[in-house]
């Protein structure tokens, strides 16, 4: 409105906080762009300081003491200890968790003359109990969440009493958020913040709570709570506000304006006594680690993730003045320099003091793969690197055995140097309601394949051939020595059912459904393994089932997915990435490898030999389009004679497979004849191809990000897969350095201790990863599985 606009046009002279105060405002109640852009172009020209005396504004009188828009509730004023006064001095201060709060509080226990007022017991400084902090609106020595102690008319008498000075000191919600993490979660291991009942990564902590929301007004963890819905703020102006970032200039001006300076800001803190207030940090017993989480954004946060956080804190970021794209701007070299990796996961992991011997049978020539090549790729940080050479050396990460569902990438280890030694025994669960023989027997009729004879490939696509593994692990588990047939003997309980065999004979047009359909055999599944007398012994805990394609709801549908979701029964799967298991928390996530295609399983089991590979360097796949990260394989390529890259889409078949068929042969005869093989990330960081190049005796490059691969690697307790695999780093990082990429691969191609990984990684098939012949796979499970129950075990 012209009137309005016209005095500061026109240059008229105007307080600096009521300036800034009339914008902010005029943005909020006119939400108009033509607002924002004049107070843009207005606040780029001012030059504001807090050393000038500030200005009271006019305080809004409270209505209340019952909730309304105006008021809220108790809550939202008083969650814990925040709303602190000091009536003898007329101070009002707000210390908002994670925004200084303690430092602020051993402040004015000082000046209420408390004698505990530098104690390091958290106690005696956060509990509003103990702490003899006076809290606005609380009854003395009572807790803020004791209904008949609070009183809301003394908030709003002591909020609009006129006479005293009011002041927040507020943070930016990126640092706040992440300090909440390390701090209260990760450092005293407090992870029922985080949502959780055990520990798990920052990113997971983030999906947390957009599932569990942060803006209810009653969010028990004030730590991770909207500084908006604390002391008021929603609903009234303090006289300052000052900022975190700027903790010391703004917390000494705020005492000056308090008159508090002079006695109690400018000297008496720090370790000798001398330093003034904020000077340096004061040392509590509930703060267990030192870390910035300033310094630390970069390493934890993604641009997603802080997209995420955005949404679940926009009233704080747009109240309060942050925004997210400073940090984009700060971190975008530092991500494009890491190559997109989160290093979070490097600050937690803890490598043994002293090495595992190599092993005896690990040649020179082996050994010196590490040194002129993989430590050399252009996109895998330094660290991570050094995590793979400690491997490759024969060091494993010990005590990190990975059991939870979500845990921290920093918490599963590329090896963790378990063994076979000592087995459990298990109880194959598949009669009455687990007994799926009918459906599977109809559908794989149908699909004109033989139980026991591994030519799937020929009469399945490969999407749903290489998840058939289930089949394949049935029979594998039937003939293991270390099956029990007496359910009370068990160490494990193993559900014998082929959920995806069963949901594809439900998609047959009733044709392998004559009595009754997938969910209907799922409801009698669940309801029989509730009703086991070892399940309502161990809740599940000693439970594992399996199924390793991606569509999970459609597979296990919802009601059996509520069941899985109370992190008890171990789960296998291919990738614990899924998108769709994003819907779906807690649940407990053990990796299965692929089913390889039969071609090469087969060629896996010939005696071994010299072998002539004529090409350099393969790849066969989908690109859906130039955008596709995948689309710069044939740059990255273009260096190494005699490569074969090809990209084809088996969508482009017709769904009988009987097309592709000759084109998957055609791709296991280029396995064959290759030295490496490409295997970049797809949908989820796993592929077949992995193990497709194990099984055919061609060294597997892979590009995906290294801590996404790692946690999806299959029996890392006993397979060391720096000894088979070369980590080549995520596919953004090899477009943008697709010229060194290129130049790393033509050095790599010509090394001859690739011969030597070669052999290992088709031996290590035979032992551990082939689905139709031998113990070797179900071995490798069951040690990973024993070792979860072990760790069960010591936990209680």
């Known amino acids: 409105d012209q009137p309005v606009w016209a005095p500061l046009a026109n240059g008229m002279k105007l307080p600096s906080i009521w300036l800034v105060t009339f914008i902010v405002e005029t943005i909020f109640a006119t939400r108009s762009v033509s607002a924002l852009t004049v107070a843009s172009n207005l606040a780029s020209n001012l030059t504001l300081s807090l050393d000038i005396e500030l200005e009271r504004r006019p ?7 019952n909730y309304d ?20 001095r007329s101070f009002v201060f707000c210390a908002l968790p994670k925004s200084g709060c303690t430092a602020w509080k051993q402040m004015l226990l000082r000046v209420l003359g408390n004698q505990h007022w530098n104690t390091t017991d958290s106690r005696l400084i956060h509990d509003p109990v103990q702490s003899g902090l006076p809290l606005v ?63 798990i990564s920052f990113e997971q902590t983030v999906t947390n709570f957009e599932h569990n929301g942060v803006r209810e007004q009653d969010l028990s963890d004030v730590h991770f709570k909207l500084q908006s819905n604390m002391c008021g703020l929603r609903f009234f102006t303090y006289d300052v506000v000052g900022h975190m970032e700027n903790f010391e200039e703004d917390s000494r001006r705020i005492l000056m304006q308090a008159g508090l300076w002079d006695s109690f800001g400018s000297s008496g803190w720090g370790a000798d006594g001398s330093a003034p207030f904020a000077a340096e940090q004061q040392e509590t017993s509930n703060h267990q680690g030192a870390h910035s989480s300033h310094d630390a954004v970069c390493d934890y946060y993604t641009p997603t993730l802080l997209d995420r956080v955005y949404k679940l804190y926009k009233t704080d970021f747009i109240r309060f003045g942050y925004n997210i794209r400073v940090w984009k701007d700060k971190c975008q070299p530092v991500w494009e320099s890491r190559n997109g990796f989160t290093l979070s996961a490097l600050s937690l992991i803890q490598v043994g003091a002293s090495s595992k011997k190599a092993s005896a049978s690990r040649t020179e020539l082996c050994s010196s793969l590490t040194a002129s090549t993989v430590l050399k790729s252009p996109c895998i940080h330094s660290a991570q690197s050094q995590q793979i050479s400690l491997a490759q050396m024969g060091s494993s990460v010990e005590s990190t055995l990975e059991v939870e569902s979500d845990i921290s990438s920093a918490d599963s280890p590329l090896w963790s140097g378990g063994s076979e030694a000592d087995l459990p025994t298990f109880f194959l669960h598949e009669s009455g309601a687990f007994n799926f023989n009918k ?24 999407n749903i051939s290489e998840h058939m593994s289930e089949i394949w692990l049935l029979d594998r588990l039937r003939q293991h020595p270390k099956r029990t047939m007496s359910a009370p003997d068990a160490k494990l309980h193993i559900i014998g059912v082929p959920f995806l065999t069963s949901r594809l004979a439900s998609w047959q047009d009733g044709k392998c459904d004559d009595d009754e359909n997938h969910w209907t055999r799922m409801a009698k599944v669940k309801k029989a393994i509730k009703n086991l007398p070892a399940f309502k012994r161990s809740k599940g805990r000693d439970f594992f089932l399996f199924a390793t394609h991606y569509n999970v709801e459609h597979i296990y549908t919802r009601p059996f997915l509520e069941l ?50 004529n090409i350099s360097l393969m790849f066969h796949g989908g690109v859906d389009d130039e955008h596709d990260p995948r689309a710069v394989i044939p740059s990255i390529a273009s260096g190494l004679p005699n490569s074969d890259i090809q990209f084809l889409r088996f969508q482009d078949f017709k769904t009988n497979s009987s097309d592709f068929a000759a084109v998957g042969v055609k791709t296991a005869n280029s396995f064959l004849r290759s030295r490496l093989c490409l295997v970049p990330a797809g949908d989820s960081p796993t592929t077949r191809r992995l193990f497709d190049s194990l099984a055919a005796g061609c060294v597997p490059v892979l590009l995906v990000d290294y801590n996404r691969i790692k946690r999806n690697l299959p029996f890392t307790y006993t397979i060391n897969w720096a000894d088979v695999a070369i980590f080549g780093g995520c596919l953004d990082c090899t477009r943008r350095r697709s010229l060194a990429v290129s130049q790393w691969l033509q050095n790599l191609v010509s090394d001859r201790s690739l011969e030597c990984m070669r052999q290992r990684g088709q031996e ?32 209680q």
């Not at 004879?453 to 020929?458: A, F, K, L, N």
């Not at 990435?577 to 399983?601: C, D, M, N, S």
């Not at 113990?775 to 979860?788: E, N, T």
Request: aromatic letters at 8%.
């Open 69 to 88: 828009e105006d008021v809220g509730l108790f809550s939202q004023w008083q969650a814990w200890s925040e709303l602190i006064a000091v009536p003898e």
């Open 564 to 613: 899985l979701q109370q992190g008890n029964i171990m789960v296998g799967t291919a990738d614990r990435l899924y998108h769709t298991w994003a819907q779906w928390p807690g649940i407990r996530k053990v990796i299965l490898p692929y089913k390889a295609h039969f071609a090469l399983e087969n060629q896996a089991w010939r005696p071994t030999g010299h072998q002539e590979r």
């Open 764 to 795: 290590l098939f035979r032992n551990k990863l082939s689905y139709t012949r031998g113990d070797g796979l179900v071995s490798a499970l069951l040690a990973q599985l024993g070792g979860m129950l072990r760790l069960d075990a010591l936990k």
């Open 59 to 65: 305080i809004k009188q409270l209505r209340g003491p």
């Open 439 to 462: 459906s599977v027997k109809c559908y794989l009729k149908l699909m004109g394949v033989q139980h026991g004879v591994d030519d799937w490939d020929m009469h399945m696509l490969p």
């Open 137 to 199: 609106g609380v009854k003395a020595g009572s807790s803020p969440r004791d209904s008949s102690a609070q009183n809301m008319s003394a908030i709003l008498e002591t909020m609009n009493d006129r006479s005293s000075f009011k002041a927040v000191i507020v943070r930016d919600p990126v640092t706040r958020f992440l300090s909440s993490y390390l701090d209260r979660c990760r450092d005293n291991g407090e992870w029922r913040r985080c949502l959780s009942d055990k520990a």
